[in-house]
């Protein structure tokens, strides 16, 4: 009952994105198999019914809450022609371990093709991608002492 009514808001959206002379990028099944997901745990097995595209459509919302851009759509695309499961394998390797996963705690569940990295060193790796970003590196030096500010820019600059 709840995925008719969100197949008729798609077909609504896409109706709307036509008549302003534009093209829905998200596929439907893709989107139906992300509705009602859990913000944390993707549950592989939604997906196995899906073509490649629209899998890796519906792992990317799932993992980083957006749809694959330009150029990851042109990356993909080159393994697209791949055995279904050998592609399938490759894309949930990659989104496993990526910064978002690792910061979010997102757990791939019923995952046939591998057994995700779990533990401290998991969730630590995860908050030190964090630290690499250099405007939140701004904002800790910042809290430091000063003592400490002026020997980071001697090592540094």
Same mark, same amino acid.
């Given at each position: 009952m709840r995925s008719q009514v969100y197949g008729i808001i798609y077909? &609504?959206?896409?109706?709307?994105? &036509? *008549?302003? /002379?534009?093209? !829905? %990028?998200y596929e439907k099944q893709a989107?139906?198999?992300?509705?009602?997901?859990?913000? +944390? &745990?993707?549950?592989?097995a939604r997906y196995y019914r899906l073509s490649n595209l629209q899998y890796c459509q519906a792992v990317? !919302?799932?993992?980083?809450?957006? %749809?694959?851009? +330009?150029?990851?759509?042109? *990356?993909?695309?080159?393994?697209? /022609? !791949?055995?279904?499961?050998?592609f399938r394998k490759r894309l949930l390797k990659k989104l496993s371990v990526c910064s978002v996963a690792a910061q979010n705690r997102i757990w791939l569940m019923h995952n046939p093709y591998f +057994? +995700?990295?779990? /533990?401290i060193r998991y969730r630590l790796g995860g908050l030190l991608y964090v630290l690499t970003d250099k405007?939140? %590196?701004r904002q800790l030096g910042k809290k430091l002492p000063e003592w400490v500010q002026q020997r980071i820019r001697?090592? %540094?600059l």
């Open positions: 077909d &609504i959206v896409s109706e709307n994105y &036509i *008549k302003a /002379g534009r093209r !829905m %990028l989107y139906l198999c992300n509705v009602r997901s859990h913000p +944390q &745990i993707v549950d592989v990317f !919302m799932a993992v980083y809450r957006r %749809l694959p851009g +330009q150029s990851e759509y042109e *990356k993909w695309g080159v393994f697209s /022609g !791949m055995e279904t499961s050998a +057994q +995700q990295r779990t /533990g405007p939140s %590196l001697k090592v %540094l």
